[in-house]
């Protein structure tokens, strides 16, 4: 079983920083792509940030230059590092993974829970 947790969330305010972690166990043996969604209240969840297992990183136009997606291969582990919040960024963001649990089985989609990022003065 794989589960994938996000922490990290909180309350902030316009033009500050915050940074997202999301942790991934159980029984996995390759995570290839690691993705961030956001949903806010009253919108459909959209694609935030994306990197693939070897590096190569993907932003949504509204974030490109004020966030940035990493990874912690060892740890299994995806980062986004937001700065320069504005009220706009305030969802519940999503950790999202491809991983494969064995050698001979396909690649699976798994979700976080979600974490609240609220920025407001």
């Known amino acids: 079983q794989v589960q994938l947790v996000e922490s990290g969330g909180g309350l902030v305010q316009p033009g500050e920083s915050l940074r997202l972690s999301c942790a991934a166990s159980?029984?996995?043996?390759?995570?290839?792509?690691m993705r961030w969604y956001r949903q806010a209240p009253g919108k459909q969840r959209e694609l935030v940030a994306t990197?693939?297992?070897?590096?190569?990183?993907d932003y949504a136009d509204s974030v490109k230059d004020r966030f940035t997606i990493s990874r912690d291969n060892a740890k299994n582990t995806v980062y986004l590092q937001m700065i320069s919040l504005k009220p706009d960024d305030t969802a519940v963001y999503y950790c999202?993974?491809?991983?494969?649990?064995?050698?001979?089985?396909?690649?699976?989609?798994?979700w976080g829970q979600g974490t609240q990022v609220t920025v407001s003065s």
């Open positions: 159980g029984n996995i043996y390759l995570i290839t792509y």
């Open positions: 999202n993974a491809d991983i494969k649990t064995t050698p001979g089985t396909w690649y699976r989609n798994y």
């Open positions: 990197i693939s297992g070897g590096g190569g990183t």
